[in-house]
Structures are given as C-alpha cells and as structure tokens.
C-alpha cells in the first residue's frame, strides 16, 4: 500500500521539487498551497506524513501545527517543519508546536527522504 | 548730735547694705532662686523711685508754699495707676514682646527702628534728666550740710537759710560732697547696672535696692510725721487745728496750674526714663500691675498724708526764712531728735540715690544703644558682627555712659550752684521728659502715625519746651532780662515766656500748653500728611493690635520649663540623640547634675546656632526668642525668615527644574531606547524576510540540481524543464539581490541622482516598454499622449523605474478578465500628478497603509517577487523631492505618483 504524504507548502518549483522526490520513492504526495484550511485538508486527506512549510500566505505554519497537535482525530500524525528562516529560535518554536522534525531551506533531497522514511509508521 | 564724719560713716554704711542687697538679689536671680524678686510687691516698691528727693523734700516745702498744690505731683500717677491701667499693661506688652529697652527704643522701634528718632528722644532724655540728677546731688549735699554746721539746733535755722540763699556760692566742703556722692552712684549703677549680660536688660540687684529704698524714705518720712503729729503738736486733733491757724488755709487753688501739674505728672509717670525703666523695661510679669494699681497710689497717699502737718508746724516752730525743703530734716534737728533727723537724712538720701541710680541706668541705655553703639560700628565697618564680643563692647559704652551722665548731673549742679528751689528744677525736667508722649501713645494707638510725624511732634515739643522754660531757668547767663520781656530782636510775640502775645501766665504752664499743644499738633498734621513705610507700617500695626498678636501673658522666667520646651523643639531640628547630647554637654559646662542646663545667654548663643545650621539663623533666633522670651518675632525676623524661605524656594525651584529636566531627559532616554527595540526588531525582522527570500529560491536550485546531477533516467523534457526552473530561480534570486542592494543604497542617502532634462511622455513611454518586454499577455495600458507633453528636470531613469514597478504590479495582481491600466497625467498648479488606475480589485483598505512597506505581499505569492518594489518606489519618489500612494476613490488599484513642480519645468 503506498504511503500517503501531504505537502503544505506555497512556493510551486519546491512542490515541484518534493513532489518529484517522493514520488520517486513510491509516496503518494498530494500538495496544498493555502495555510488557511491546511488543517483541514489533513483531516481530510488522513496523510502518512505531513511536510510543513512555515511561511504559508494566510496561516503560519505554527499554528497549523498546533491546530493538528489538538484534534485528537489526527494524533500521532508525523509533521516535518521545513522553514526558511535558519534562526535558532524557529526550531525551539517548531519543537514546541510538536513537529517531529525540522529541516532548514535549502534542504538535501536524500535528507527529506531520509527523514519522511523514518517518518513513515512502520508497517 | 551727730559729726559730719559720723554721717558720711552711716551713708557709707548703707551704701554697703544696698551693695549686699544688690549682690544678693543678683546671686538669687543668677541661681535661678530669685521667684520672690518677682513679687508684685517688689514692682510696686520699685515704681516708687518716682519720689525722689524732690518728693521727699520738695513736697514739704511746696505744700509750706503753695499749700496743697504739692499734692498734683502724687495725683498725676495715681490716676495712670488706676484709670490708665489698661494704657499700661499695653506698654508692658509691648516692651515684652518687642525688647524694648528704653523710651527712646519705643519710639524708634514704632516708627520702623528709626535711630534718627532713638538719638533724638537721647537727647530729650539727657537734657532734661540732667537738671534732675543735679537736684538730687543737690539735695543730698544740702541736708548733709544741715548737720555738718550743726553745732547748736539755734545754728540751724540760719545755715537752712543760708543754703537755701541760693546766691551761687556752695561752699568748697559741699561741692566735695555732691562729687564723692556723684562718683559712689557712679560706682554702684556701674558695678549693678552693667553687670547683668541678660539681654532683657533687667536688673534684679538694683530693683531689689531700690524696693529697699522706697521702704527706707517711708518709713523715715513717716516716722517724722507721726513725730511732728504726736510728738510735738499732740496728736490729731491738735494738728488739725494747727493747721487751721496757718497761712496754708488761705492758699487758693489756681485751677489751671493743678490741671496743668496733674497732666504733667500723669505724663511723667509714663515718660520719663527712669519710670519707663521700672514700669516697662523691668517689669517681670505684667500681672503685677494688677497689684501696684492699687499698691502704689496707697504708697503715694502715705507718702504724702504726712506733709501738710510737717509744713505747718515746721513754718510754726522754726524762724521764719527757714528753708521749707530741709523742714523734714531741720525739724526733727531743732527738735534735739538727731537719730530721727538721721533717719530723715537716710531717706532723703535713698530718694535721691535710687533716682540717680535707676536714672543713669535707663539714659546710659538710650546713650550706648543709640548713639554710641552705632557709631561705634560704623567706625569698625561691620568687623563687630565677625568678632562676637560685641557684649563687652555693649558693656563698655554703657559703663562709660553711665559715668557720664552722672558726672554731667554733678557738672550741672557746679555750674547752677543750686541756684534754683528744688521743686521747679523738677518740673523744667518734666515737662521736657513729656515732650514724647504724643510719639509714644499716638504710637500704641493710632497706626496712622509716622516717623515723620512723630520727627515733627519732637522737635517742636523739645524746641518750645528749651525756649520758653529750659533756657530761661539759666537766668540771665544765656537769656538776658531785655530778651525775656522783649523778645528777640524786640519783636513781643517771641518773648519766651509770653509766646503769640499770651502774656501774664504762668511760665510752667506757658510752656506747657505751647510745647504740648503744638507738639501735638505737629505730630498729627505730619503723620496725616505723610506716608508710612512698610516695617513702620508692620511694626505699627504690631504696636497698635499688641492684644491679638501676643497671645497671651508669658512670664520671662521660666527656669526648667523652658529647657524642656527648648530641647523638645531642637530634636525635632537636629534629631534626639544629637539635641540630647548637646543639652547634657552644656549642663556639664555649667556644673549641673542634670541634663537641662539652665536657659542662660551663653548656652542659647550656643544652640541657636546649633539650630541656624539647620534652620537659617533668622528663623532659629525667632523660635529660640519665642520660647525663652515669650518675644513675638518681630518684624525683621520675620523679613529675614522671609528671605530665607525666598532662598528655600530658589533652591526647591532649581531642584524642581533639575528633576523636570531629569524625567524629560529619562523620557527622551526611553524614547530613543524604544526606537532603539523597534529599530532591532524591524532589523531581525528584515534579516528574517531577507533569509526566508533568499533560501526560497535557493531550495528550488539546489533540489533540482541534486535531482539532474543524482537521475539518470530523466527524460529530455525534464531536465529541459528542471534547468529553467533553476536558471529563472537564480535569475530571481540576482533580481532579489539588486533589490535589496538597492534599497540599502537609497535608504542610506547614498544614491546620486542623475538628473536631466526629458519629457513625462519620454519616461512613461520607455516604462511602458520595459514593462512588456518578455510578456505578451493582454495588459492593455491607455495613456492620453496630450497630457503628457511635460518638461521634467529630474533622474529620469529612476522615474521610469517606479512606473516600471507600477505597470508590473498591475500586470502581476490585476486579476480582471481584460486587464486596463489607465496612466494619467494632471496638473495640480504646484505639482504634476502621474496616476496608474487599474480595473482589477484594488488593495482592500487595511492593507493600504502595508503596502509600501518592505517586504508585504498582497495575499498570495503569486509572482515571486520579493516585496520590495514599492518600498523602493517610495525611496525613489523621496529622493526625488515627491510622494508616491494609494489613490482611494477608484474601482480597481490605484496609485498616484506625484512630482513637486521645480522638477517639472513649465512646457515650453
């Protein structure tokens, strides 16, 4: 059964990028670009993985996070925060909201991989 | 009988009882034991040094004279004592609270410390108690002359005549004795009258000698009287109607002359120096006056009761031509009575002594404090106030002038050789002394009086009084008898004593009514007239409303309770522990067990100036006056306390200004560090956006080119596609770059401008140009070419620039179907305005205010730009002197550029 991964991210060459990653490794990734209903699209969606972008137009990624970590329908849900902004600070905001990974931009592509495999519930 | 050495013995003998009654008293007081000095009895006692020798002798022979006219001298006071009680507590008041020490202190103190005044009133006060102290040393040497000729009471009677002859010629012996009398007084005012450093001035050694005195003169007058009465006419009634036979019976009463004696010696009793001394000046308690108000005019009445029967049987039983004034002495004497006769002598004597005594000390008073003292100090320049031994200083002057008012007296008694009777030598001296008393009850009554007034009233009283009594009582040595009756310069209505033609009066009462009536007069028509200065005006109204101001009655001795009340106050201005310290170190200083010391001059000296240290001197003389000599503050402490709290409130304004400039500069502090906070995180914010912007595209290169280095099997559209995606990403990234760089360069005003001349028309056309170049999308872009046609002087380049950013940003957001962008050009008189009107949805209102600022994107990210266009168009349009914004009022986004009219040169 293939994996399903969502992908909340707004900037379309590194949907691109991701997406092509992934699918590669035999993921089903399906991408949104809005941080308004990402929440939402996740309940939907029941994804195996979430890849976060935290600069998202209209929510931040922190509080999609949140808004994830608190509906018990989607606990255990694995989150990989990818952001931006390198600053020490994100990490301690992104560890707090309950990410289970943080990885700065620009990334290596065997790095995501990597973690969204060890990401994915063992089954 | 009795020799004349015998008699100087006994004087010297009780000279040397009042010197031990002085010194004691003196001790007692000192020693804080002295309550009984204070007794209302003794103040009574002590205003007897009103009867002098000329009370003693003079009555008798007034009353063998004029009948019962002697009595007028005795009535003046008793109606002060009983009907002007009220007039002189208010004195007493008065000299309490403000410190006078002598008439002429009163008078200058009323009249905003005038020393003009003070030497003026001195003056008064030496020339008219000068006459007096010679009657006195007159007096004495006279009666000791009785008994010094005395072989036989036959002799007596002719050496009374002799003596009372007054043809010029004292004898040698006489003359010796009026000037070893005159250096004794000398001695004892000196050594009792300056030996007290007490800054009241009071003297508690002579006041109680002087109450010894007065019960030594009458009790030997008395004892004579009862002697004359029972002794040698045999008793009342026999007396009676000895007196009935006698010429005294048919003496008429001149009703002018006694009403003129009763207001003259009512004048008196408050006026001159000595009474003003024991009346104001010594007063302990001015309860006491409730006492002597009925003590002293029955003082008076025995002192009198007896002089109508001494006169009479005097002019019975001794020649005729007999001195009437000696009568007291002479009759005991002819009678074979010596021991009477010497007691008689001894109150004589005391009379006479207490008036020089008590006398000097008040005039020596007048002289040091305002005439010698102040030149004094004018002559040292002010070195006195530095040096702090000015007490010796007071004490010398006063010393010296004691001495010299005595010796004056004795002078006067050489010169006149006693050439006048005793009774009228008085009254010359009385009516100059009352030349002050319109000053002095104008001044306690009446706030409307003023220095000039009181100036006037005295020099015309004190000229009148000199010209129609004092001058002529030299006789033809200063006054020749043609100028008496002619007048000077023969011109009758200036003749002394028949002033503006009132001839035929008495000359006593001539003077009287002139000097009083005009000096009056003066006194009242110049303070109308004149205006009042503001420490008269404040020191008047202290005078005049005493009652409300002073509170009630305090008594000067305090003893203990003083202390207390002096250390309860320094602890609250130097703390507990130090004010205790200093009170038991200057009880140690004195020897005293306690910790209270005694309220003396040198340890209040000390402790005001322990408190001036923290309270200003003025002020801490004022509460240490308020509580050790129940003084109000007068009215130059008052003026001082005011010019420090001026000094208080300078300072407390200086801090005040201080401590506002303190928080001014504490807000701009905060201001600038809140700027500072904002400034840093704006920073952080930037550096933030700059990271996110610069590693966004980043990521996109990097994956795609791990993707193309890492696949092999990639098809040939992939890695077409995945290779531009790189090359617009770094293409991107560059356009990013050159942004910020850009920006950086503008906001830090390191641009240059490259201006030049072109037409608006040239830019918008070149704008609209680069704007399309690569885009073949449907931006339809309408311009009105007419409108263009306008001159600029101004960077060109960076113009086009903003219009670039603006025809992108249409083209990027505008989201209409057929997408316009109108650019047109007005003319608003001072500036030309370039609007890009586009039909898309516009910029909703809450983000209008964003949209310049870096880095804001309208919603979503649509065309990678970075945020920073219109940040940069608003730098542009700022360097180049205009404004770019949002122009409300349009259906779909709108911004208007704006360029000041100096960059637009008029179309030529």
Same mark, same amino acid.
């Given at each position: ?9 707004d900037?379309?060459?590194i949907i691109?990028?991701i997406?092509f ?5 035999g993921w089903?990734?399906?991408s949104?670009?809005?941080g308004k209903?990402?929440?939402e ?6 994804p195996d993985?979430v890849?976060?972008d935290?600069m998202?137009?209209g ?13 018990d329908?989607l606990?255990?849900l ?5 952001t931006?902004r390198?600053?020490s600070?994100d990490?301690?905001l992104?560890e ?9 931009k ?7 991989l ?6 994915a519930?063992?089954? | 009988?009795i020799s004349f050495n ?6 010297l003998?009780?000279v040397?009882?009042?010197?031990a ?8 007081a000192?020693r804080?034991?002295?309550g ?5 009895m003794?103040y ?6 009103y009867?002098?020798?000329?009370t ?6 007034s009353a063998?004279?004029?009948?019962l006219?002697?009595?007028?001298i005795y009535?003046?006071p008793t109606?002060?004592m009983?009907?002007w009680w ?15 020490t002598?008439?002429?202190d009163?008078?200058?103190?009323r009249?905003?410390?005038?020393n ?11 020339t #008219?108690?000068t ?6 040393l ?6 000791l002359?009785?008994?010094?000729g005395?072989g036989?009471?036959s ?8 003596a009372a002859?007054g =043809?010029?010629n004292?004898?040698?012996q006489?003359?010796n004795s ?15 009258g300056?030996?007290?450093?007490d800054a ?7 006041? &109680?000698?002087i109450?010894?005195e007065?019960?030594?003169?009458l009790?030997a007058?008395?004892?004579?009287g009862v002697f004359?009465?029972?002794g040698?006419s045999g008793?009342i009634a ?8 006698s010429?005294l019976r ?7 002359r006694?009403?003129?004696?009763i207001?003259l010696s009512a004048?008196?009793?408050?006026c ?13 308690d ?6 002597a108000s009925?003590?002293?005019?029955l003082?008076l009445?025995? &002192?009198?009761?007896f002089?109508?029967?001494i006169a009479?049987t005097g ?6 031509g007999?001195?009437?004034?000696l009568?007291v002495v $002479?009759?005991?004497l ?5 021991e009477?006769?010497v007691l ?5 004597f ?11 000390i ?6 040091s404090?305002?005439?010698?003292m ?7 320049g002010g070195?006195?106030?530095?040096s702090?031994?000015?007490r010796?200083?007071?004490?010398t002057?006063?010393?010296?002038s004691?001495v010299?008012?005595?010796?004056l007296g004795?002078f006067y008694?050489?010169?006149?050789g006693?050439?006048?009777?005793l ?6 001296s009385?009516?100059?002394a009352v030349q ?9 009554f009446?706030?409307g009086?003023t220095?000039?007034?009181?100036? #006037?009233?005295?020099?015309?009283g004190?000229?009148l009084w000199?010209?129609?009594?004092f001058?002529p009582?030299?006789?033809?040595v200063?006054f020749?008898a043609?100028?008496m009756s002619?007048?000077?310069?023969g011109?009758?209505w ?10 035929g009066?008495?000359?006593f009462?001539?003077a009287l009514?002139w000097?009083?009536s005009?000096?009056a007069?003066a006194?009242?028509v110049v303070?109308v ?8 005006r ?13 509170g009630?009655p305090?008594?000067?001795?305090a ?9 309860? &106050?320094?602890?609250?201005?130097l703390?507990?522990d ?9 009880a140690r200083?004195?020897?005293?067990k306690?910790?209270?010391p ?6 209040l ?5 322990e408190?001036a240290?923290?309270?200003g001197a #003025?002020t801490?003389?004022?509460?240490v006056g308020q ?12 003026i001082?306390?005011a =010019? ?9 304004a200086?801090?005040?200004?201080q ?8 807000r701009?502090?905060?201001?600038a560090n809140?700027?500072?906070?904002r400034l840093?995180v704006?920073k ?17 290169i990097?994956a795609f ?6 696949s ?6 992939e890695q077409?596609?995945?290779?531009s995606i790189?090359?617009d ?7 990013l770059l050159?942004?910020i760089?850009?920006l950086?360069?503008?906001?830090n005003?390191?641009v240059?401008?490259?201006l030049r001349e072109?037409t608006?028309? =040239?830019?918008?056309e ?10 073949g ?6 311009r009105n070419h ?7 002087h ?10 670039i950013?603006?025809i ?15 650019i047109?050009?007005r003319?608003?008189? =001072?500036?030309?305005?370039v609007d890009?009107?586009d ?14 600022e870096k880095f ?6 649509k065309?990678?730009?970075a ?6 168009c ?8 205009? $404004? ?6 349009e259906?779909?986004g709108?911004?208007?550029v ?5 960059a637009?040169?008029a179309?030529?």
């Open positions: 059964m293939t994996k399903r991964l969502l992908l909340i991210e900037e379309p060459n691109e990028a997406g990653i992934l699918a590669r490794d089903h990734v399906k949104h670009t809005s209903d990402a929440a699209v996740a309940r939907r969606e029941r993985v890849i976060l935290v998202l137009p929510k931040s990624g922190y509080d999609i996070l949140r808004e994830i970590r608190a509906d329908s606990a255990g694995p989150v990989l925060m990818l931006a390198g600053q600070k990490r301690e992104a707090q909201a309950g990410a289970n990974r943080f990885m700065t620009p990334f290596s592509n065997s790095e995501v990597d973690a969204v495999r060890a990401l519930p063992a089954s | 009988m015998g008699l100087v013995a006994i004087c003998a009780y040397v009882l009042l010197f009654v002085a010194f004691f008293a003196d001790g007692a000192r804080g034991r002295g009984w000095l204070r007794s209302p003794v009574t006692l002590s205003l007897s040094v009867c002098t020798a000329w003693f002798y003079g009555a008798v022979g063998a004279r004029s009948g006219e002697y009595l007028t009535l003046g109606l002060v009983i009907g009220w007039v002189l507590r208010k004195l007493v008041r008065i000299g309490r609270s403000q410190r006078i002598s008439v002429a009163l008078v200058s103190s009249y905003g410390k005038s003009l005044l003070a030497v003026g009133v001195t003056l008064l006060s030496v #008219a108690t006459p007096y102290i010679a009657l006195q007159q007096s004495v040497t006279v009666s002359e009785v008994f010094s005395s036989t009471g002799a007596i009677g002719a050496l009374a005549t002799d002859s =043809d010029g004292a004898p040698a006489s003359a009026a000037f070893l009398v005159a250096l004794g007084l000398a001695l004892f005012t000196v050594i009792f300056t030996r007290n450093l009241n001035e009071r003297h508690h050694g002579v006041v &109680m000698a109450a010894v007065a019960v030594v003169k009790f007058l008395m004892a004579v004359v009465v029972w040698l008793g026999e007396t009676l109607a000895r007196i009935e036979a010429p048919s003496w008429d009463i001149n009703g002018g006694w009403a003129g004696l207001f004048a008196a009793f408050i001159l120096p000595r009474m003003f001394q024991v009346l104001v000046v010594e007063s302990a001015e309860d006491h006056l409730r006492t009925w003590a002293f005019p003082y009445l025995l &002192m009198s009761v002089v109508v029967p009479v002019l019975d039983l001794l020649p005729a007999a001195n009437p004034d009568f $002479t009759l005991p002819a009678q074979g009575q010596t009477l006769a008689s002598f001894l109150g004589g005391s009379s006479a002594t207490s008036m020089v005594i008590v006398a000097s008040a005039v020596s008073t007048m002289v404090n305002h005439i010698v102040p030149l004094w100090l004018r002559l040292t070195r006195a106030s530095m702090g031994d000015i010796h200083v007071v004490l002057a006063r010393r010296v004691i010299s008012v005595v010796l004795y008694y050489a010169l006149s006693g050439g006048t009777a009774a009228s030598i008085g009254i010359i009385f009516v100059g002050v008393l319109p000053s002095v009850l104008g001044g306690i009446w706030r009086a220095r000039l007034g009181a100036l #006037a009233g005295l020099f015309t004190a000229t000199a010209y129609t009594l001058l009582s030299f006789g033809p200063i020749s043609e100028f002619a007048g000077p310069f011109i009758g200036l003749a002394p004593h028949a002033l503006f033609g009132l001839s009066m008495d000359p009462l001539h009514l000097s009083m005009l000096n007069i006194f009242f303070s007239a004149s205006f009042p200065t503001p420490l008269e404040l020191q008047g109204a202290q005078f005049v409303n005493i009652f409300q101001h002073s009630g305090r008594s000067w001795s003893g203990v309770a003083q202390t207390e009340d002096l250390l309860i &106050m320094s602890q609250r201005i703390g507990s130090q004010a205790i310290a200093l009170f038991r170190r200057e200083r004195m020897g005293l306690g910790d209270l005694e309220p003396e001059p040198g340890f000296e000390t402790l005001e100036r408190l240290g923290s309270v #003025a801490a003389h004022a509460m509580i050790v000599g129940g003084t109000s503050v007068s009215v130059q402490d008052l001082a306390v =010019d420090e709290s001026a000094q208080l409130m300078e300072y407390s200086r801090l005040e200004a401590s506002a400039e303190l928080s001014r500069t504490a701009q502090l905060r201001e809140q700027k500072l906070t840093s704006q952080d914010a930037f550096l933030s956006q700059i990271s996110h912007e610069l590693r966004t595209p980043m990521s996109s990097r080119s791990e993707i193309l280095r890492d092999d099997s990639l098809s040939d559209a077409s596609k995945f290779a790189i090359h990403e770094t293409i991107r990234l560059t356009r050159d942004d760089l850009d950086s360069v503008m906001e005003g390191r240059s401008l490259n072109g608006l028309s =040239d830019v918008i070149r704008a609209v140009a680069a704007a399309a170049a690569g885009e999308d449907g931006l339809r872009i309408q007419v409108s263009e046609v306008v001159r600029l101004t960077d060109l380049d960076r113009l086009a620039q903003v219009f950013n603006l992108a940003n249409a083209r990027k957001y505008c989201e209409a179907e057929k997408p316009v962008l109108q047109r050009v003319d608003l008189g =001072d500036a030309i305005c890009f009107v039909n898309g949805q516009g910029v909703p209102e809450e983000s209008r205010d964003m949209i310049f804001s994107r309208m919603s979503d990210q065309a990678g730009g945020g920073l266009g219109l940040a940069i608003r730098q542009i349009m700022e360097r180049l002197g205009g $404004t770019i914004s949002y122009l409300p009022g259906t779909g709108a911004f208007r704006r360029l000041p009219r100096d637009a040169l179309a030529e």
